[in-house]
């Protein structure tokens, strides 16, 4: 148990149809990251916050939003839905800004299925 | 942006056979790490590397940082069932103001009892 905690486990909607996950850090964490996996993606880094700020943003479309509440809970937010948004989608916290021990924790994972 | 080259893709090995995957950068990192993802659950950290040439062990896992800082390899010696899953190799660039990691594709190994 990495102490991250994602929910949904799984969330199944359609097209045109918007969606929020939602994540909480291990306890003392501030930094959040998302990450999307697909099949032929592998894992790939959408959005960073660090207390509460926006730090570094990655391949995150524009129908995605996110951001980190003060008690550090993270939602993404995911908009106008697609059928190629269907992936597993992760949260990972780290205690300082940079994670510079390059330890990220994940959470299980969120699976979105949009149909 | 950046990209990984993470081979093979798959692995099909027999228990007590060796491993070796590796993962190649067309940019240099200042460190490079390996995770694992057992299915269901998300990535663990394996072992992380920090400067070029660096060989670094975890068990039956030795992992090395190449001296170009383009490349890292890792092998698993004397696989068992409970290593099936799929590692990723990973590289971070830190320093300002972010800790982002680029994770390469990923290599799903299938270990036979």
């Known amino acids: 148990d990495s102490g991250v905690t994602q929910t949904p486990k799984h969330l199944i909607t359609a097209t045109g149809q918007r969606v929020t996950l939602r994540c909480s850090p291990r306890?003392?964490?501030?930094?959040v990251y998302w990450y999307q996996q697909s099949l032929d993606q592998g894992l790939q880094f959408l959005i960073q916050?660090?207390?509460?700020?926006?730090?570094a943003k990655g391949n995150i479309l524009e129908r995605f939003s996110a951001q980190q509440f003060p008690d550090l809970h993270s939602e993404l937010n995911l908009s106008s839905l697609e059928l190629g948004d269907s992936a597993l989608y992760f949260c990972a916290s780290s205690l300082r800004l940079a994670a510079n021990t390059g330890e990220l924790f994940f959470g299980e994972g969120s699976r979105l299925t949009v149909l | 942006g950046q990209q990984l080259n993470q081979s093979p893709q798959s692995m099909f090995i027999q228990e007590g056979e060796d491993v070796s995957m590796n993962c190649t950068s067309s940019s240099i990192f200042n460190t490079w790490l390996w995770y694992k993802q057992d299915p269901g659950e998300g990535p663990v950290l394996l072992i992380a590397?920090?400067?070029?040439?660096e060989l670094t062990s975890n068990g039956r896992l030795t992992a090395q940082f190449g001296i170009t800082r383009k490349d890292s390899f890792l092998n698993i010696s004397a696989s068992i069932p409970s290593d099936v899953g799929i590692y990723f190799c990973a590289g971070q660039n830190y320093g300002g103001s972010q800790g982002n990691l680029i994770f390469g594709k990923g290599t799903k190994l299938s270990v036979k009892p």
């Open positions: 306890s003392g964490d501030l930094s």
């Open positions: 916050y660090y207390n509460g700020e926006e730090r």
């Open positions: 590397l920090y400067k070029a040439g």
